[in-house]
């Protein structure tokens, strides 16, 4: 079984940043992918970055430039870093690990961020 916790969330104001973290734990032989996705109120789970499987990176279009995606090979640990915060931003964040191809999620994060 694996286990896979975020954490870093919070309320920030328009312009502001937070990190996120997401680590996964428990019987893990491979990763194949981690990332980050989120989910406003009424609207579907979208992707906002992910390491693939491939080992090269996604970003959404309305994040690029404003987000950067880290990792921790090692702690199996991903980061996203998140830089000039827009309302529209405000969303539960979660995090994505593929382990031995088997999808796992993380229970999320709020962020919210003031106009």
């Known amino acids: 079984q694996v286990q896979v916790v975020e954490s870093g969330g919070g309320l920030v104001q328009a312009g502001g940043s937070l990190r996120l973290s997401c680590g996964a734990s428990?019987?893990?032989?491979?990763?194949?992918?981690m990332g980050w996705y989120r989910q406003a109120p009424g609207k579907q789970r979208e992707l906002v970055a992910v390491?693939?499987?491939?080992?090269?990176?996604n970003y959404a279009d309305s994040v690029k430039g404003r987000f950067t995606i880290s990792r921790e090979n090692a702690k199996n640990t991903v980061y996203l870093e998140m830089n000039n915060l827009k309302p529209e931003d405000t969303a539960v964040y979660y995090c994505?690990?593929?382990?031995?191809?088997?999808?796992?999620w993380g229970q999320g994060t709020q962020v919210t961020v003031s106009s």
């Open positions: 428990g019987s893990i032989f491979s990763i194949n992918a």
């Open positions: 994505r690990v593929v382990v031995d191809s088997i999808v796992y």
């Open positions: 390491f693939r499987s491939d080992g090269n990176t």
